[in-house]
């Protein structure tokens, strides 16, 4: 299937720290989404981008749509403890049924 | 939240033995799909499915099987289950623009 890499694999930030994480794929994608998930609990969906070159913000977190849509950004500011988790990012199998690919995700640890 | 529930939420089985996890949603979605989850390979997709009684495989469905009688119900079979499908299952629901939506997850043991 297809690889969607993400980077950096794992963070230990420091609480109010900023946190910028990225996803590539090598195929164009028309949709990207990113999801988090918490210890025990299913992912959750953080933002969704559906557009080129879309800034998205959802509280302290931001997402972006790369211009060369092979690409997507996750930047989270102000870190506190609940942001501790893993984050996901997502892109559409083009094989239809909403069908997606997941990155194998970005572990992030905030240390209070 | 999306309604998705999944049950049993834990469960310890042996080789070769049968078991069915049951994914219930109350959102009227149209997609339902099951995924695994492992450490090292994220979330790897096993079968899906865009309708009633229409399903289809995806990228690890190798040992499953899955039915939908009812809109709201998702059914995953192992026939025989393998200490290789120790894992934690999540099911997703979907009904627009590749928002899927996902379950608590189920933390499945096969010893």
């Known amino acids: 299937g297809q690889q969607l890499n993400q980077s950096p694999q794992s963070m230990f930030i420091q609480e109010g720290e900023d946190v910028s994480m990225n996803c590539t794929s090598s195929s164009i994608f028309n949709t990207w989404l990113w999801y988090k998930q918490d210890p025990g609990e299913g992912p959750v969906l953080l933002i969704a981008?559906?557009?080129?070159?879309e800034l998205t913000s959802n509280g302290r977190l931001t997402a972006q749509f790369g211009i060369t849509r092979k690409d997507s950004f996750l930047n989270i500011s102000a870190s506190i403890p609940s942001d501790v988790g893993i984050y996901f990012c997502a892109g559409p199998d083009q094989t239809g049924a909403n069908n997606l690919f997941f990155g194998t995700g970005t572990r992030l640890t905030v240390i209070p | 939240d999306a309604g998705i529930t999944q049950s049993p939420r834990h469960k310890v089985t042996e080789t070769g033995t049968p078991v069915t996890l049951r994914c219930h949603q109350t959102e009227n979605h149209r997609y339902m799909y099951w995924y695994r989850q492992d450490p090292g390979h994220g979330l790897r997709l096993i079968h899906y499915s865009y309708g009633v009684k229409d399903t289809d495989k995806g990228e690890v469905s190798d040992g499953y099987s899955v039915s939908r009688s009812k809109t709201e119900d998702f059914l995953l079979t192992l026939e025989s289950a393998t200490s290789s499908q120790t894992s934690v299952y999540f099911c997703?629901?979907?009904?627009?623009?590749?928002?899927?939506?996902f379950g608590p997850g189920t933390r499945l043991t096969v010893t």
């Open positions: 981008l559906y557009k080129a070159g």
């Open positions: 997703a629901i979907s009904d627009r623009y590749y928002e899927q939506y």
